[in-house]
Nanobody
Framework: QVQLVESGGGLVQAGDSLRLSCTVS????????MAWFRQAPGKDRDFVAA????????DYTDSVKGRFTVSISNAKTVVYLQMETLEPEDTAVYFC???????????????????WGQGTQVTVSS
């Protein structure tokens, strides 16, 4: 059974950077396809970024394009979300996910991903 543990969240000021990590363990399948979602207070959990093929293909929601970068370690045991020029609107709990049961075209849908971490809080002050 795969386990995901996020880390790297914190309280930062607008314009700062953070790098989130998601450590994968216990996997018996290919975890080269992974995603990040986020959930702001009182809102649904939304897609942020995803990768497949060990990072050969990536996708980002429009609001983070050019600011966030998703990548995975060579051993495919850690997936990163590098976040630059953070904005107060980026404040949320960030979750990583793997075990995509649908096709890549469905990557932005929460219910396609079957394994989730517990989340890490990112708070950006203005």
């Amino acid at each position: 059974q795969v386990q995901l543990v996020e880390s790297g969240g914190g309280l930062v000021q607008a314009g700062d950077s953070l790098r989130l990590s998601c450590t994968v363990s216990g996997s018996t399948f290919d975890v080269s396809s992974m995603a990040w979602f986020r959930q702001a207070p009182g809102k649904d959990r939304d897609f942020v970024a995803a990768l497949r093929g060990g990072g050969a293909l990536t996708d980002y929601t429009d609001s983070v394009k050019g600011r966030f970068t998703v990548s995975i370690s060579n051993a495919k045991t850690v997936v990163y979300l590098q976040m630059e020029t953070l904005e107060p609107e980026d404040t949320a709990v960030y979750f990583c996910a793997t075990d995509r049961r649908g096709g890549w075209s469905q990557r932005r849908f929460e219910n396609v991903w079957n394994s989730w971490g517990q989340g890490t809080q990112v708070t950006v002050s203005s």
